[in-house]
């Protein structure tokens, strides 16, 4: 038991350094099964008056399932979500402040955490969504989510991309040419996106500071228009 534990740790080491010296090689990255052809399902479509905040996907419990969070504007009570010809109402709670805040580098006081699983979905399918706060009377701009095949899926595995505030940069992150950890992430989601990947595996260090409060970090990470597609 202990031998496979040992060979099983070490095999996600190796994954971890693979993808982090080669994740701007796309011949290195996992092969992209996607399907030639698709569904779409798109139901009513919205003029979009706003982005998400921080807007991001997560796998469901099943391959029929995919999790949405993001955050509202304060004083925001409640949420709908159109996912395709369906309708959604989101769960609306007060975000959780950091363990160790900087007031003079938090800027997420008040806002609300917002989040909703999507169930029913059918395979090899992509739905166009929308966010709403007001009932439907102003709506974001339109995402896109893509399904699995119902027989296969791929996916890309990342790790420590370590984004540092406001585009500060150090060598235990990824630096690309103009040597912002910010963009190394982003850059990964460009490559992981051109693969058509269903979903991204993270070992975690996406951010330096994660427990400071340190907003420009995380508006980094949400930044990738990727986050509204990729689980």
Request: glycine fraction near 6%.
């Amino acid at each position: 038991m202990k031998r496979r534990k040992k060979i099983i740790l070490n095999g996600i080491l190796c994954l971890a350094v693979i993808s982090t010296m080669f994740m701007g090689q796309d011949s290195l990255l996992l092969k992209s099964y996607a399907q030639a052809t698709y569904a779409s399902i798109k139901g009513s479509t919205h003029a979009g008056t706003f982005d998400a905040d921080s807007l991001t996907l997560q796998p469901g419990e099943t391959t029929s399932s995919v999790n949405l969070n993001w955050y509202a504007p304060a004083g925001t009570t409640k949420a709908k979500v159109q996912f395709g010809d369906r309708e959604f109402n989101a769960s609306v709670n007060t975000l959780t402040t950091p363990t160790e805040v900087n007031s003079s580098k938090y800027t997420d006081t008040g806002k609300m955490a917002c989040k909703i699983t999507i169930d029913g979905l059918q395979p090899n399918t992509e739905y166009t969504y929308y966010i709403t706060y007001d009932d439907g009377v102003s709506w974001s701009n339109e995402y896109t989510y893509k399904t699995a095949a119902s027989d296969a899926f791929t996916f890309g595995f990342t790790s420590d991309p370590q984004i540092k505030e406001n585009k500060e940069s150090n060598t235990e992150g990824w630096n690309p040419s103009d040597n912002t950890n910010q963009t190394g992430w982003a850059k990964m989601l460009e490559t992981l996106e051109k693969q058509n990947v269903d979903l991204v595996v993270s070992a975690g260090d996406q951010v330096e500071d994660q427990s400071w409060g340190k907003s420009s970090e995380y508006e980094a990470f949400f930044a990738p228009s990727q986050m509204t597609s990729l689980p």
